[in-house]
């Protein structure tokens, strides 16, 4: 596994992946802050197209990514990775609504932890998934992050909103 780091407004994200696709993206702060493994491999080479992206993505240049990726996790959380997958740029939805898309309405504590699992946040945007109430909740990088990006998003959307079902 190669890894390299990309300074951006939120902070150093650590990007980890192969030659083949991105695995692992990671906040500086938060449950999800990771560290390099002992044998992973220090290069910024695998991450050309990451890097370039997110600058972009950071910019507000860029609103939908097209990236090899390879997230880690069960049947369930994929399935919930890819519904994550079609929220528009600018817009949120709740838990329940991801949940009733991938046709278990009853799932909503299940999708919500399969999103706080979500290995590759912003690319796969996890951030835009919010409490029922409209409030901010639960972010592996912290709630502040999660703000700043909903905020990101906001500022650089034609049309920001909240989706539903």
């Not at 695998?46 to 997110?54: A, I, K, M, S, T």
């Not at 999660?146 to 909103?161: D, V, Y």
Request: net charge negative; charged share 25%.
């Amino acid at each position: 596994m190669y890894y390299c780091y990309l300074d951006t407004p939120i902070g150093d994200l650590l990007l980890a992946g192969d030659d083949d696709a991105l695995c692992l993206v990671g906040f500086p702060e938060g449950s999800m802050r990771r560290e390099p493994e002992p044998d992973w491999i220090y290069s910024e080479k695998p991450f050309g197209d990451v890097r370039e992206q997110l600058a972009a993505y950071f910019d507000g240049n860029l609103h939908s990514f097209d990236l090899r990726l390879r997230p880690d996790g069960t049947e369930f959380q994929r399935k919930v990775l890819d519904e994550l997958q079609k929220i528009p740029y600018g817009t949120t939805i709740s838990y329940g609504d991801i949940a009733k898309r991938i046709g278990n309405p009853k799932a909503v504590r299940a999708v919500g932890a399969a999103n706080g699992r979500n290995p590759i946040p912003i690319i796969i945007p996890c951030h835009r998934v919010i409490g029922s109430s409209g409030d901010l909740v639960g972010f592996g990088g912290g709630l502040p992050t999660k703000e700043a990006l909903l905020r990101h998003e906001m500022e650089h959307s034609q049309f920001p909103h909240v989706v539903q079902g």
